[in-house]
T-cell receptor, first 119, second 108 residues
Framework: ETGVTQTPRHLVMGMTNKKSLKCEQH?????MYWYKQSAKKPLELMFVYNFKEQTENNSVPSRFSPECPNSSHLFLHLHTLQPEDSALYLCASSQGSVLAGFGGRETQYFGPGTRLLVL | GIQVEQSPPDLILQEGANSTLRCNFSDSVNNLQWFHQNPWGQLINLFY???GTKQNGRLSATTVATERYSLLYISSSQTTDSGVYFCAVPSNTGKLIFGQGTTLQVKP
């Protein structure tokens, strides 16, 4: 148990569906992240939030919409996804993030992931 | 940008054997992390090791920052060690850049 939880753990959706992934961290961290892990590829950073403000959007298509209502919760809203969006989506948190001046020194703690299948 | 290469890409061990996983990176870094991704997908931090050597049970890691590599040692491997091992370093903007991983299978 890393202190970062994600729900649901598995999700199957059609291309016309709208769904949301939820991440919650119980570590008192200020930064939260969404990563995508596709088969046979390294983890790709999607979004970074620091103190609830989005500080990075790594050229992610608009069919992925993040929301960070507070420092403990992070959502990823999904709509009109494509089959190639099927992947493991991982949430992470850290004490600080780049713009807080930590420059990557902070350890990131990952949740268990949501395995998404788009049909 | 910074490149991260891990070797070997795949490794099969008999239970009880020892192994060494390597991570090379192309630029100087102020942080390096090793992760284990279990067969269910969960990514677990193993070490935060910008330099020097750390040990945690049967696992230890050494980073030689001046030579831009890090090693992860697994001793007396167990079937529960199976999974993918990633190293990650921050880019100059602080984003974590992950290697491709080493897939380890430990056979009973």
């Amino acid at each position: 148990e890393t202190g970062v939880t994600q729900t649901p753990r598995h999700l199957v959706m059609g291309m016309t569906n709208k769904k949301s992934l939820k991440c919650e961290q119980h570590l008192g961290h200020n930064a939260m992240y969404w990563y995508k892990q596709s088969a046979k590829k390294p983890l790709e950073l999607m979004f970074v939030y620091n103190f609830k403000e989005q500080t990075e959007n790594n050229s992610v298509p608009s069919r992925f919409s993040p929301e960070c209502p507070n420092s403990s919760h992070l959502f990823l809203h999904l709509h009109t996804l494509q089959p190639e969006d099927s992947a493991l989506y991982l949430c992470a948190s850290s004490q600080g993030s780049v713009l807080a001046g930590f420059g990557g020194r902070e350890t990131q703690y990952f949740g268990p992931g949501t395995r998404l299948l788009v049909l | 940008g910074i490149q991260v290469e891990q070797s070997p890409p795949d490794l099969i061990l008999q239970e009880g054997a020892n192994s060494t996983l390597r991570c090379n990176f192309s630029d100087s870094v102020n942080n390096l992390q090793w992760f284990h991704q279990n067969p269910w997908g969960q990514l677990i931090n193993l070490f935060y090791i910008p330099s020097g050597t750390k040990q945690n049970g049967r696992l230890s890691a050494t980073t030689v920052a001046t030579e831009r590599y890090s090693l992860l040692y697994i001793s007396s491997s167990q079937t529960t060690d199976s999974g993918v091992y990633f190293c990650a370093v921050p880019s100059n903007t602080g984003k974590l850049i992950f290697g491709q991983g080493t897939t380890l299978q430990v056979k009973p």
